[in-house]
T-cell receptor, first 113, second 114 residues
Framework: GENVEQHPSTLSVQEGDSAVIKCTYSDSASNYFPWYKQELGKRPQLIIDIRSNVGEKKDQRIAVTLNKTAKHFSLHITETQPEDSAVYFCAALGYSSASKIIFGSGTRLSIRP | DGGITQSPKYLFRKEGQNVTLSCEQNLNHDAMYWYRQDPGQGLRLIYYSQIVNDFQKGDIAEGYSVSREKKESFPLTVTSAQKNPTAFYLC?????????????FGQGTRLTVV
């Protein structure tokens, strides 16, 4: 069945350094790839997304890249700050009547001061 | 995210009781989902519905039931058959309109068995 694999499960980086989280999806019909940030006890919040007709998208310190051939996409956070500490989930959604959103298992990002 | 609402935020249940968690969306999204999240863990799919009057079991459906009588509403009932129901429950909705795709979460319901 459809699957999204996310790595790493935990990531610790020095404040100011960059963090990269990678996801691989199995359904070649997927065409929408959102990323969510979940702070402790709160709902996952959409932080950035990318569609299949785009290879890269940036929003200030956050960027997402997509390689449709390899079926993987990545989240890049530059100049990390303490408030970036959270759990990040990737997801994939296909374009079909039977499509449902599939989430990765999450990455716990910790920013060391 | 403001268009999808879960209630209540906190819920306490006695053992042996059924409880129903509410999820409402005004985003005109076709699909709705229920996830369970345990402390420090990821999202586990309980049930999902892609259309009114139809729903599918997810990975951990045992002890739960749902209904989708209206597009806007997807309530989840945690039955007494669910042996370990204490968890954070998240509802989500999504729509795929070709170039206009989106998916959002409700604010969650924290269920505790007392």
């Amino acid at each position: 069945g459809e699957n999204v694999e996310q790595h790493p499960s935990t990531l610790s980086v020095q404040e100011g350094d960059s963090a990269v989280i990678k996801c691989t999806y199995s359904d070649s019909a997927s065409n929408y790839f959102p990323w969510y940030k979940q702070e402790l006890g709160k709902r996952p919040q959409l932080i950035i997304d990318i569609r299949s007709n785009v290879g890269e998208k940036k929003d200030q310190r956050i960027a997402v890249t997509l390689n449709k051939t390899a079926k993987h996409f990545s989240l890049h956070i530059t100049e990390t700050q303490p408030e970036d500490s959270a759990v990040y989930f990737c997801a994939a959604l296909g374009y079909s009547s039977a499509s449902k959103i599939i989430f990765g298992s999450g990455t716990r990002l910790s920013i060391r001061p | 995210d403001g268009g999808i609402t879960q209630s209540p935020k906190y819920l306490f249940r006695k053992e042996g009781q059924n409880v129903t968690l509410s999820c409402e969306q005004n985003l005109n999204h076709d699909a709705m989902y229920w996830y369970r999240q345990d402390p420090g863990q990821g999202l586990r799919l309980i049930y999902y519905s892609q259309i009114v009057n139809d729903f599918q079991k997810g990975d951990i459906a045992e002890g739960y039931s749902v209904s989708r009588e209206k597009k806007e509403s997807f309530p989840l009932t945690v039955t007494s058959a669910q042996k370990n129901p204490t968890a954070f429950y998240l509802c989500a909705s999504s729509v795929d309109r070709g170039g206009d795709t989106e998916a959002f979460f409700g604010q969650g319901t924290r269920l505790t068995v007392v």
